[in-house]
């Protein structure tokens, strides 16, 4: 009989060794997967896995977009870490993203079309203000009704993404648009352009704040005490109430940050990789990110790791369809497993696999 | 210029030199989709069309494509990619890919791309589209004539110019038989979602609707009329065959493959350049699928004639007198729409009581 203890402490090895066994039952099952398809199985891991940081013809575009790729769901992740930390649910970052885009880039066409080099960073502070001020709302409701963050937060992403269609083909339509919904092109307006600050190297301002966000979190975490009464309070909330830390400022604190990092990452991408606000900008980023934060074990490195392994299988995904002719379905499927092995593995960093009858070991 | 750029540089021109070099055996022609090809519309018929342009150069052009590409900032890096892979022509087919399909194509200055749908060109892009609103004129007036209740439900998409054309040309030919005639407009903000397409096509039947026009993709909207018996809907993009003779009476159906084949034979034979096309059932850009036995002989008698008349350009479906919908004169007697009004299309006509979204 096999059966599970479960650990007295979780396993530092296994929390180590568990990544890299999901990424390699993937690659057997995906494979056999593509096998079953008809195209052949190493060639597509290699393709996924491989080709985007080397292969040769395509390596010097897709490894910087590896970057562009996962700053944003870096920086909505690593704010909402800090949350699950602390037991805060915020599931709504995509709202958070799409409202923060929206108020930086309405800042800034207020100003359109002036060159002052203060236009981007207002647009930025106005970015995160907005995610910020968007995920007040939960944060509100949750200390003064009770009612659940999960909830309201998920909701009020469909109210963005209202707010999303009816701002990109009423307010900030582009006037010289023809009648067609969607802002003005900030890649042709320099102020307001989140640029690569290095031609051909993805690094525009959004990685850049998804680098310091992850140093950010790391030193909140582990050197202030901040950072231990989020801890305290996640996996001891009385602990936490008799040691005096506020459940009202943790989950303001929790809420407003996830908020201010997911409007920023929404800032930049609308003014860089995207270019534009319509009503199709957002890609998922914000639950992606719920994804990327657990996949990195709500460890700022872990985040970093996982952000860019998210982001290698996207892109490796979207050249074996180019280049396999693989169904885009069955890429969603092989990212599907990446996270079901993970999971699935987890289980061995808390508990340990016994043989025989309980009572006999 | 810093070391990394420069080889970088190096390598990007080394590719383009590739590309180039790969144009004399055999060339490539890539496809961005929207959607999948299975979704029995809009990109089935594109996907239709790659398939019958590669059969027709018989091994002299290799076809690859990427489907399920959203309108995002993802869309630039599939288009980069495909013309990394040495694409020497991109259709990118959907609206939302024009400025990610001007700013690779800047990049690509040998590439040539093809937009469907927009209206921003440059020296390497050209764009194409379809006169739909020369096919919803016939689907209005088969609505028109057939609805019982009055009440014609219409599924828009994303309000651009497109889609506010046909709910025109459908109201007022749907008006011109049957004056009675209501339209209810449900806009999705989506090309393809099939659940919320389905959705729609319900709310509209339980308000009464028992004609359900679609703008949207996917042949859902047709699935949930069968469900809901006695209601006609007509195939979008593409046949939808499968529905007819009840619910689907007829469609309005894309053909690219004689674009996609002039195109890439111009690539070939090294005379293609940026155009702008727009054509219609005359062309053959526009197809009107086999009206079903559902519809009464002479409607569908009249429908025919309507369709031949549009094609031999003796009948504009835009041909006045007509106001919009504030009661402002927009044609006079006779007078027939130009094509630049028609391209950015943002009012109603008179009569549709519904606003556009802004």
């Given at each position: 009989?096999?059966?599970?203890?479960?650990?007295?402490?979780p396993s530092?090895?296994?929390?180590v060794?568990?990544?890299?066994l999901?990424?390699?039952?993937t690659?057997i099952?995906?494979g056999?997967?593509?096998?079953?398809?008809g195209?052949?199985?190493?060639?597509a891991?290699k393709?996924?896995?491989?080709?985007?940081?080397f292969?040769?013809?395509f390596?010097a575009?897709?490894?910087?977009?590896?970057?562009?790729?996962?700053?944003?769901?870096?920086?909505?992740?690593?704010?909402?870490?800090?949350?699950?930390?602390?037991?805060i649910?915020?599931?709504g970052?995509?709202?958070?993203?799409?409202?923060?885009?929206?108020?930086?880039?309405?800042?800034?066409?207020?100003f359109?079309?002036?060159?002052?080099?203060?236009?981007?960073?207002a647009?930025?502070?106005?970015?995160a203000a907005g995610?910020?001020?968007?995920?007040?709302?939960?944060?509100?409701?949750?200390?003064?009704?009770g009612?659940?963050?999960?909830?309201?937060?998920?909701?009020?992403?469909?109210?963005?993404?209202?707010?999303?269609?009816?701002?990109?083909?009423?307010?900030?339509?582009?006037?010289?648009?023809?009648?067609?919904?969607?802002s003005?092109?900030?890649?042709?307006?320099?102020?307001?352009?989140?640029?690569?600050?290095?031609?051909?190297?993805?690094?525009?301002?959004?990685?850049?704040a998804?680098?310091?966000?992850?140093i950010g979190?790391?030193?909140l975490?582990?050197?202030?005490?901040?950072?231990?009464?989020?801890?305290l309070?996640?996996?001891?909330?009385?602990a936490?109430?008799?040691?005096?830390?506020?459940?009202?400022?943790?989950?303001?604190f929790c809420?407003?940050?996830?908020?201010?990092?997911?409007?920023a990452?929404g800032l930049?991408?609308?003014?860089?990789?995207?270019?534009q606000?319509?009503?199709?900008?957002?890609?998922?980023?914000?639950?992606?990110?719920?994804?990327?934060?657990?996949?990195?074990?709500?460890?700022?490195?872990?985040?970093?790791?996982?952000?860019?392994?998210?982001?290698?299988?996207?892109?490796?995904?979207?050249?074996?369809?180019?280049?396999?002719?693989l169904?885009?379905?069955s890429?969603?499927?092989?990212q599907?497993?990446l996270?079901?092995?993970?999971?699935?593995?987890d289980?061995?960093?808390?508990?340990?696999l016994?043989?025989?009858k309980?009572?006999l070991? | 210029?810093?070391?990394?750029?420069?080889?970088?540089?190096?390598?990007?021109?080394?590719?383009?030199?590739?590309?180039?070099?790969?144009?004399?055996?055999?060339?490539?022609?890539?496809?961005i989709?929207i959607?999948?090809?299975?979704?029995?519309?809009w990109t089935?018929?594109?996907?239709?069309?790659?398939?019958?342009?590669?059969?027709?150069?018989?091994?002299?052009?290799?076809?690859?494509?990427?489907?399920?590409v959203?309108?995002s900032a993802?869309?630039e890096?599939?288009?980069?990619?495909?013309?990394?892979?040495?694409a020497?022509?991109?259709?990118?087919?959907?609206?939302?890919?024009?400025?990610?399909?001007?700013?690779?194509?800047e990049?690509?200055?040998?590439?040539?791309?093809?937009?469907?749908t927009?209206?921003?060109?440059?020296?390497?892009?050209?764009t194409?589209?379809?006169?739909?609103?020369e096919?919803?004129?016939?689907?209005?007036?088969?609505?028109?004539?057939?609805?019982?209740?009055?009440?014609?439900?219409?599924?828009?998409?994303?309000?651009?110019?497109?889609?506010?054309?046909?709910?025109?040309s459908?109201?007022?030919?749907?008006?011109?038989?049957?004056p009675?005639?209501?339209?209810?407009?449900?806009?999705?903000y989506?090309?393809?979602?099939?659940?919320?397409?389905?959705?729609?096509?319900?709310?509209?039947?339980?308000?009464?609707?028992?004609?359900?026009?679609?703008?949207?993709?996917?042949?859902?909207?047709?699935?949930?009329?069968?469900?809901?018996?006695n209601?006609?809907?007509?195939?979008?993009?593409s046949?939808?065959?499968?529905?007819a003779?009840?619910?689907?009476?007829?469609?309005?159906?894309?053909?690219?493959?004689?674009y996609?084949?002039?195109?890439v034979?111009?690539?070939l034979?090294?005379?293609?350049?940026?155009t702008?096309?727009w054509?219609?059932?005359?062309?053959?850009?526009?197809g009107?699928?086999?009206?079903?036995?559902?519809?009464?002989?002479?409607?569908?008698?009249?429908?025919?004639?309507?369709?031949?008349?549009?094609?031999?350009?003796?009948?504009?479906?835009?041909?006045?007198p007509?106001?919009?919908q504030?009661?402002?004169?927009?044609?006079?007697?006779?007078?027939?729409?130009?094509?630049?009004?028609?391209?950015?299309?943002?009012?109603?006509?008179?009569?549709?009581?519904a606003e556009?979204?802004?």
């Open positions: 009989m096999l059966r599970l203890e479960k650990r007295p402490q530092q090895l296994w929390t060794v568990t990544p890299i999901a990424v390699f039952l690659m099952v995906g056999i997967m593509f096998a079953l398809l195209k052949p199985p190493l060639e891991i393709v996924i896995f491989w080709d985007p940081l292969h040769e013809q390596a575009y897709s490894r910087p977009q590896l970057l562009v790729k996962a700053g944003p769901l870096i920086l909505i992740a690593i704010g909402l870490s800090i949350g699950f930390k602390a037991g649910w915020n599931i970052a995509e709202g958070q993203y799409i409202i923060g885009a929206i108020c930086g880039a309405g800042v800034g066409l207020a359109y079309p002036s060159e002052s080099v203060l236009i981007f960073p647009m930025v502070l106005a970015g995610g910020w001020a968007w995920a007040m709302i939960p944060a509100v409701l949750k200390t003064r009704f009612t659940n963050e999960i909830l309201v937060s998920l909701m009020l992403v469909y109210v963005a993404q209202n707010v999303l269609i009816s701002v990109s083909s009423g307010l900030l339509r582009n006037p010289e648009g023809m009648g067609f919904p969607g003005r092109n900030f890649k042709q307006w320099d102020a307001a352009h989140n640029a690569e600050l290095i031609a051909n190297t993805g690094m525009h301002w959004g990685v850049v998804a680098f310091i966000a992850v979190a790391y030193m975490m582990s050197r202030h005490i901040m950072g231990f009464n989020i801890r309070t996640g996996e001891a909330p009385r936490a109430r008799f040691a005096g830390v506020s459940p009202t400022r943790i989950v303001f809420l407003g940050l996830a908020g201010l990092l997911a409007g990452a930049f991408e609308a003014t860089g990789p995207a270019g606000i319509t009503g199709a900008f957002n890609a998922g980023y914000g639950f992606t990110a719920i994804i990327v934060a657990f996949l990195g074990r709500l460890h700022p490195v872990g985040i970093l790791l996982a952000g860019l392994l998210m982001a290698l299988t996207y892109i490796g995904g979207e050249l074996a369809q180019l280049m396999l002719n169904p885009g379905a890429i969603q499927l092989f599907g497993m996270l079901f092995f993970l999971l699935a593995t289980v061995f960093t808390n508990y340990r016994r043989f025989g309980k009572g070991v | 210029m810093n070391r990394r750029t420069l080889l970088t540089t190096a390598a990007l021109a080394l590719t383009l030199g590739t590309t180039a070099f790969a144009q004399d055996e055999e060339i490539t022609a890539g496809f989709y959607g999948p090809p299975g979704d029995g519309g089935y018929e594109h996907d239709q069309a790659r398939q019958k342009m590669e059969a027709h150069f018989d091994g002299k052009v290799k076809t690859i494509y990427q489907e399920n959203p309108e993802d869309a890096r599939a288009i980069t990619q495909m013309a990394l892979t040495g020497d022509i991109i259709f990118t087919t959907s609206f939302g890919y024009m400025d990610p399909t001007l700013a690779v194509a990049k690509f200055p040998d590439v040539k791309f093809e937009h469907a927009g209206y921003k060109r440059s020296d390497n892009v050209s194409y589209s379809a006169r739909f609103y096919g919803r004129a016939v689907q209005g007036h088969i609505a028109g004539k057939m609805t019982k209740t009055n009440k014609i439900g219409y599924i828009a998409s994303v309000p651009i110019p497109e889609v506010i054309r046909g709910i025109n459908a109201y007022i030919h749907a008006k011109k038989v049957n009675d005639v209501e339209f209810s407009i449900i806009w999705l989506t090309w393809f979602d099939p659940a919320k397409e389905a959705d729609a096509a319900r709310a509209l039947i339980e308000n009464g609707a028992d004609v359900v026009l679609q703008h949207t993709d996917s042949t859902a909207p047709q699935a949930a009329a069968q469900e809901a018996g209601v006609i809907t007509f195939g979008q993009a046949d939808m065959a499968e529905y003779p009840m619910p689907r009476v007829s469609s309005i159906i894309d053909d690219w493959a004689p996609y084949i002039a195109r034979q111009a690539v034979d090294g005379t293609w350049e940026s702008d096309t054509d219609g059932i005359g062309k053959g850009m526009v009107i699928g086999e009206i079903s036995d559902a519809v009464p002989a002479d409607v569908k008698a009249e429908a025919l004639a309507m369709k031949d008349a549009i094609a031999s350009g003796e009948y504009h479906p835009f041909t006045g007509l106001k919009k504030d009661g402002s004169d927009w044609l006079a007697e006779g007078e027939v729409a130009d094509d630049g009004t028609l391209a950015g299309m943002n009012f109603y006509l008179e009569g549709i009581t556009i979204p802004n």
